[in-house]
């Protein structure tokens, strides 16, 4: 590993040097001496990879760059007025009132700023791709291509699960259209250039390389795996392109990770391969269609892996099924560990919630998950997703409407059991399901399910599943030992 590093170390200390060298000669017609550098010292001097990355880059940039746009939005918002007549703190920030209404409310217009990627054209209509939290609630939108012409743009549909939007406008001008990539064939460290407005300063190049793939957990709950650059993105480049060596766009730059406001080298793009989809949905419907599989689900802790005799701890564990989803109708459990999907190896949770929305709906997917330490092989004709509201108004169908932890050495230290407890931990009861109705708590150990003990999770869920219907379980609280009925 020592001379691992020293070699990196070396080979960067190279690169410096031969970058240094070029840019120091370039910037200067003559030796050290001050004699005049001749025709045939530059040639020597010169650096044929770099030159050739150079041109690269100037490539790059003059086939991607037309089809990145500039985009600005205004809002028109409201504000109630004080009970008092002074409020100079509020014109401060927001400006002077545009209008009254006749209730007294004060309307304030606010713009925001991003960038887009054309990516596609039926007849004079013109479609971009941008972020949802760059449109936002938009009253009204311009936006500007490379060439500076300004068109009004108009919102075609919008997904906050993706932090997605699709937008129009018309024209018979020729603009180019962007050149989708592969994003699945990206490889840490590729060069890149990202494409956008930052700051409002249209078409900016900035250039890095993909410093890490798969990444998880963005902004606002979006379930994309994200690609990581350290190619410069500030605000402002939100909705624009990451382009690959090929001038073809494999990603849409979102977010970033910073302490000042501004790039640290740590920025964040939507694969392309994850939008493709998307952009039909948002021509043909207006909306994203996401698939449903009907599972409430966790990535899964050494303590329960242990517990439930698992593998690996690659995969997705299934804490509570929808009553008549799709995965209760294909035969999935609680307690199953999702391992594939279709051929495809789960890495978590987030890379399930990922490729099941991904699933073309009414199709039958594959999935193989353990249960009881077994593989077992199921098929699933996936549905397509409801709204947030509508799939929190199904809780009362989540079934078992719990989930457990095993008693590990620390819980007991933590909770204060005594060493001859055994049982299961209740770690989760949702609201408005058969469990919360019959009584149960976070912090109950079930000891039984229908008169049989349940000493570990992998105890817990086969006796589960034996039990089928309607089950009693047999609870240790404060001391004491109780008795509760779930309806299936």
Not at 99 to 111: A, I, L, P, V, W
Not at 444 to 449: N, Y
């Amino acid at each position: 590993m020592r001379k691992l590093l020293l070699l990196n170390v070396l080979l960067t200390g190279l690169l410096l040097g031969l970058i240094l060298s070029v840019g120091l000669f370039s910037c200067s017609t003559s030796l050290p001496g001050g004699e005049p550098v001749s025709a045939r010292d530059r040639d020597s001097l010169s650096h044929p990879e770099l030159e050739r990355l150079q041109s690269s880059f100037r490539e790059v940039a003059s086939i991607a760059a037309p089809s990145v746009v500039r985009i600005d939005v205004e809002e028109v918002r409201t504000q109630a007025p004080s009970r008092g007549n002074d409020t100079p703190w509020f014109d401060f920030f927001f400006g002077e009132p545009d209008q009254e209404d006749n209730g007294g409310d004060r309307r304030f217009r606010t713009q925001g700023l991003g960038s887009g990627v054309v990516v596609r054209r039926v007849d004079d209509i013109y479609y971009v791709l941008t972020n949802d939290h760059v449109v936002g609630n938009a009253d009204a939108i311009t936006i500007t291509t490379d060439d500076g012409e300004e068109y009004s743009g108009e919102i075609v549909g919008k997904d906050a699960r993706k932090d997605l939007a699709l937008l129009s406008f018309v024209t018979s001008d020729d603009i180019p259209v962007a050149l989708l990539g592969d994003s699945d064939s990206l490889r840490v460290g590729d060069w890149v250039l990202a494409i956008g407005s930052p700051f409002g300063f249209q078409s900016t190049v900035t250039a890095g390389i993909v410093s890490a793939v798969n990444r998880r957990g963005g902004p606002d709950g979006n379930i994309s795996d994200f690609i990581q650059t350290d190619a410069a993105i500030n605000r402002g480049n939100s909705g624009g392109a990451l382009v690959n060596l090929r001038g073809e766009v494999i990603g849409i730059n979102t977010w970033i990770t910073s302490q000042t406001g501004g790039s640290m080298g740590l920025g964040f793009s939507i694969p392309v391969n994850n939008v493709k989809r998307s952009v039909d949905d948002f021509i043909e419907t207006g909306s994203v269609r996401y698939g449903w599989l009907g599972v409430s689900i966790r990535s899964a802790s050494p303590e329960v892996a242990e517990s439930l005799n698992l593998p690996g701890r690659r995969g997705a564990l299934v804490h509570h099924i929808f009553l008549d989803s799709p995965a209760d109708r294909g035969g999935l459990l609680p307690g199953d560990f999702i391992t594939e999907i279709n051929g495809v190896r789960v890495q978590d949770y987030d890379h399930l919630v990922l490729k099941v929305g991904e699933l073309p709906v009414g199709r039958i997917a594959n999935f193989e998950v353990i249960r009881y330490g077994e593989q077992v092989s199921l098929s699933v004709r996936i549905a397509e997703r409801e709204s947030e509201r509508q799939i929190a108004e199904l809780n009362r169908r989540l079934w078992p409407g719990f989930s457990v932890f095993p008693i590990t050495d620390q819980v007991r230290s933590d909770v204060g059991f005594d060493r001859d407890v055994r049982g299961v931990l209740v770690s989760t009861v949702e609201s408005r399901t058969p469990a919360a109705l019959s009584g149960l708590r976070v912090g109950d150990v079930v000891t039984e399910i229908n008169g049989e003990a349940t000493p570990r999770m992998l105890d817990f869920y086969r006796e589960l599943h034996r039990a089928a219907g309607d089950i009693t379980l047999t609870i240790l609280r404060d001391g004491n030992l109780i008795e509760a009925g779930i309806t299936r």
